[in-house]
């Protein structure tokens, strides 16, 4: 069965230094801000998929349903569907910075999805 259990998550100022084990304290922490979320709705055999992506352009949310695309609030963004959020590290790394171009070869995204940074260093404890 699934779980739909409400797991609140940063949408700015995601704090990943506890996560990277050779970080220096001395260093500013790398900070990620959330530029997309993919939702789930329904159970564990099936379901619907949806998703929230911010417009690096206008700074704007939008909600991606099928054919339809609809700004939306960031109020909006965390909710019990919530499935795989998607953080880039800001520019600098420290609060303050700018998002830095998706693909650009010094953007560094991170994917969280139950427990395990895709790409980092964080797997939630699995082994």
């Not at 990277?20 to 939702?39: G, K, M, Q, S």
């Amino acid at each position: 069965e699934k779980v739909d259990t409400l797991v609140s998550f940063p949408l700015h100022g995601l704090d990943a230094a506890p996560f990277i084990p050779r970080h220096a304290p001395t260093e500013p922490p790398p900070l990620y801000d959330l530029y997309a979320v993919t939702n789930h709705y329904g159970g564990a055999g099936g379901g619907h998929y949806t998703a929230y992506a911010k417009s690096p352009g206008d700074q704007q949310w939008y909600s991606f349903d099928d054919s339809s695309v609809r700004p939306v609030s960031p109020e909006s963004i965390v909710s019990p569907a919530a499935y795989v959020l998607f953080y880039q590290l800001r520019e600098g790394g420290e609060a303050g910075g700018g998002l830095r171009a998706a693909g650009s070869a010094a953007s560094s995204p991170i994917a969280y999805n139950g427990g395990a940074y895709n790409g980092g260093a964080y797997n939630g404890g699995a082994s």
